[in-house]
């Protein structure tokens, strides 16, 4: 299934958009998924971001993973280069001290910890991603859009739901 085309209508008023967004997501229009759909607006609006569903959010596990790996691998990185050292004399100190350990295994916490973030950022993001060109500039003044990426057999009836909740203006790319 090639999601190629996209479709964007406007709406003027917020709850005929949160209408449409219910009617969408009622809809069983093969080629369609509510994965694919985007709420653009100027302002946050709770009532449509919930008629949209929860969408999962795997940041925190990246970040939790880069917590880990971090500190887990900085400790074993420094002890490891400190243990290098058992043919030299101590003086009767422990070869691998814990307390000045905890220090730089805490820097490099917080380090694999940013790094996973960041790089998941940009990987669920999908800030690389090519971007449609459909955009009015009616969304940044008051205008709420819904845009939808869909199978092209798919339009036709996507564009019936749009015009039957009055929408103002629908415009599509294949």
């Given at each position: 299934m090639s999601k190629s085309s996209h479709?964007?209508?406007?709406?003027?008023?917020?709850?005929?958009?949160?209408?449409?967004?219910?009617?969408?997501?009622?809809?069983?229009?093969?080629?369609f998924s509510m994965r694919d759909v985007t709420l653009k607006s100027?302002?946050?609006?709770?009532?449509?971001?919930?008629?949209l569903g929860r969408r999962p959010v795997y940041i925190?596990?990246?970040s939790l993973l880069g917590a880990v790996l971090g500190s887990g691998l900085g400790f074993l990185g420094i002890s490891s280069a400190q243990a290098n050292f058992l043919r030299q004399q101590r003086g009767f100190f422990p070869i691998v001290p814990i307390p000045p350990d905890m220090v730089i295994t805490y820097e490099l916490f917080i380090l694999g910890s940013v790094f996973f973030t960041i790089t998941a950022c940009?990987?669920?993001?999908r800030i690389y991603r090519v971007r449609t060109d459909l955009y009015d500039v009616q969304?940044?003044?008051?205008?709420?859009?819904?845009l939808v990426a869909a199978d092209p057999k798919a339009i036709a009836r996507l564009r019936e739901i749009f015009t039957s909740h009055h929408a103002?203006?629908?415009?599509e790319t294949n």
């Open positions: 479709i964007l209508a406007l709406f003027g008023d917020f709850e005929e958009a949160t209408h449409t967004i219910e009617a969408l997501r009622d809809a069983s229009i093969p080629g100027p302002i946050d609006h709770p009532e449509c971001a919930d008629a925190q596990i990246f940009l990987v669920m993001w969304i940044s003044l008051d205008k709420i859009g819904i103002l203006e629908i415009s």
